[in-house]
């Protein structure tokens, strides 16, 4: 830490323990970081650069006051301005933060091979090869490769004593082929990241050469025929539908503002089989969604929304945790400091069955196998994705590739119609992440085992 960063987190401090308000927190983050950026033979961007930023959040007769800043040495300028905005702010429904014990603790990124010593020059010849490997096949139109390193400190502080440190380190790719034939075009899409160093990214010619592959083989696949299928999801697949469809319906806040939803999201309810599990973990090192405390000073924790297929628990920002009576589970959370935490996912995901991969093709003589995701939308507990790509499963086995695979459904109805859960759950996060309430992309994982689908409504021709 700088001079100027410690000084002004002194400053920090002790406004802080005279703040005069109900709840204050103070939040510091500096950093550096490199994106390279190669679309086809063309190098988009390359940039490396610094960032110091900050910001005040306060509490005060039941409204919130937030300032953020780059000058940090004028931090009692910031705190002051958000007091006088909390004095005249007058909310309907006046805020208050579950109570918690100061928590002192600093943590870092302990890479294999740090980003700070890998040259720019480095960096661009391992994404440039991985860009002339999505460019190997002659059906491939154009190419997207991207890297990116972000290597920073972070700060927070609040009015309870807690002081907590983060030194992390973040390093990832994305690739994308986009295949054309006449008027087919088929783009295929992989990224890999998390908190770690530039091991994360080096040696990753398979996954390149996988991108290429699927781009091209997706030419020649026909369009599957829509209606009913048994369908065996794969783990990512999983992972985005348990994420998207029933992730977010688990968020607090979305639950406490949706009468509707807070009847259907009863603590208790029935949502799926026996062994069916559903976990959000912000604890598991290492993934996309790791975070060793919230943004709001709570340490992440293990939490079941659903436990042997009854609904147990949901995620909480302390704020929405002392609305509704709950624990706080540490999902308060912010994709930068200049922004408010509001609840969101960490890594969320469905907990391993019982059954082996294999168990669940052979109880199949006819159904659909799909993999991977491109995208999909939710309303609600409605849900709409489509797959990457798929597979008739005929005797146990996959046999003709298929693609615009749209499944769609009642989210509810879809975790009953679950038959089977393999033993091989899978976790993944990008470069991306997920987006909420103008914040986006926060970094998050997902993942889950495959899974057996019953009955699961596939659009497309007849």
């Given at each position: 830490m700088?001079?100027r960063?410690s000084e002004?987190?002194e400053?920090?401090r002790k ?6 308000c109900?709840?204050?927190?103070i939040r510091f983050?500096?950093?550096v ?7 086809g ?10 960032s110091l930023?900050?910001?005040?959040r306060?509490?005060?007769?039941g409204?919130w006051?937030?300032a953020?800043f780059n000058?940090i040495t004028s931090?009692?300028?910031?705190f ?5 905005a909390?004095?005249?702010?007058s909310?309907?429904?006046k805020?208050r933060?579950?109570a918690?014990?100061?928590?002192i603790?600093?943590f ?15 960096k ?8 002339k490997?999505?460019?190997?096949s002659?059906k ?6 991207i ?7 972070y700060l927070?502080m609040?009015s ?8 992390k380190?973040?390093c990832?790719?994305?690739l994308?082929?986009v295949?054309?034939?006449g008027n087919i075009i088929?783009p295929f899409?992989?990224?890999v990241s998390?908190y770690g160093?530039y091991?994360?990214v080096?040696?990753r ?5 996988k ?11 026909e369009?599957l025929e829509?209606g ?10 999983s ?9 977010h319906l688990?968020?607090?806040d979305?639950i ?10 009863t603590?208790g309810r029935?949502?799926g ?5 559903v976990?959000?973990?912000g604890?598991?090192?290492g993934l ?12 992440p ?8 297929g009854?609904?147990?628990g949901?995620?909480?920002s302390?704020?929405t945790a ?6 706080v589970?540490?999902n ?9 935490p509001?609840?969101?996912?960490t ?11 294999d168990e669940?093709?052979?109880s199949l003589?006819?159904g659909l ?8 939308q939710t ?7 489509t797959a ?6 005929k005797?146990?086995?996959p046999?003709k590739m298929?693609r615009?695979?749209i ?12 038959s089977?859960?393999?033993d ?5 996060g990008g470069?991306g ?5 103008g914040?986006s992309?926060?970094?998050?994982s997902?993942g ?6 019953k ?8």
């Amino acid at each position: 830490m700088n001079d100027r960063f410690s000084e002004a987190a002194e400053k920090g401090r002790k406004l802080l323990e005279s703040a005069g308000c109900e709840f204050a927190e103070i939040r510091f983050s500096s950093g550096v970081g490199t994106t390279i950026s190669l679309s086809g033979d063309n190098v988009d961007s390359m940039t490396s650069g610094e960032s110091l930023a900050g910001s005040v959040r306060v509490l005060k007769k039941g409204s919130w006051g937030f300032a953020t800043f780059n000058d940090i040495t004028s931090i009692e300028r910031f705190f002051n301005s958000a007091l006088t905005a909390a004095s005249i702010a007058s909310p309907e429904e006046k805020s208050r933060v579950a109570a918690s014990k100061p928590l002192i603790a600093q943590f870092r990124t302990e890479p294999v091979e740090d980003v700070n010593g890998i040259s720019l020059d480095e960096k661009f010849e391992l994404i440039k090869n991985y860009n002339k490997i999505l460019q190997s096949s002659p059906k491939i139109q154009t190419t997207k490769a991207i890297y990116r390193d972000v290597n920073s400190r972070y700060l927070y502080m609040n009015s309870e004593g807690s002081n907590l440190a983060y030194d992390k380190m973040h390093c990832g790719i994305s690739l994308t082929s986009v295949a054309k034939d006449g008027n087919i075009i088929q783009p295929f899409h992989e990224s890999v990241s998390g908190y770690g160093g530039y091991e994360i990214v080096r040696g990753r010619e398979n996954l390149a050469e996988k991108v290429v592959k699927i781009a091209v083989d997706m030419l020649s696949a026909e369009p599957l025929e829509g209606g009913t299928y048994d369908v065996v999801l794969d783990p990512r697949l999983s992972g985005v539908f348990i994420h998207e469809a029933f992730g977010h319906l688990s968020e607090a806040d979305f639950i406490h503002e949706n009468p509707r939803m807070k009847e259907q999201m009863t603590l208790g309810r029935e949502f799926g089989p026996e062994g069916f599990n559903v976990i959000d973990d912000g604890s598991i090192s290492g993934l996309a969604g790791y975070i060793p405390f919230d943004d709001e000073g709570i340490y992440p924790q293990k939490t079941y929304l659903i436990k042997d297929g009854i609904l147990t628990g949901r995620l909480h920002s302390r704020e929405t945790a002392e609305k509704m009576g709950e624990a706080v589970t540490g999902n308060g959370r912010a994709i930068g400091v200049m922004r408010q935490p509001i609840v969101r996912m960490t890594n969320t995901y469905i907990d391993n069955g019982t059954h082996t991969r294999d168990e669940i093709f052979n109880s199949l003589d006819d159904g659909l196998y799909a993999v991977d995701v491109i995208g999909g939308q939710t309303n609600l507990e409605m849900f709409t994705f489509t797959a990457g790509y798929g597979y008739k499963i005929k005797n146990g086995k996959p046999g003709k590739m298929f693609r615009d695979v749209i499944l769609s459904g009642n989210v509810f109805n879809t975790l009953k119609s679950i038959s089977m859960i393999a033993d091989d759950r899978e976790m993944f996060g990008g470069l991306g992440g997920c987006g909420k309430g103008g914040q986006s992309p926060l970094p998050v994982s997902y993942g889950g085992p495959h899974l057996l689908v019953k009955n699961v409504l596939i659009g497309g021709r007849k």
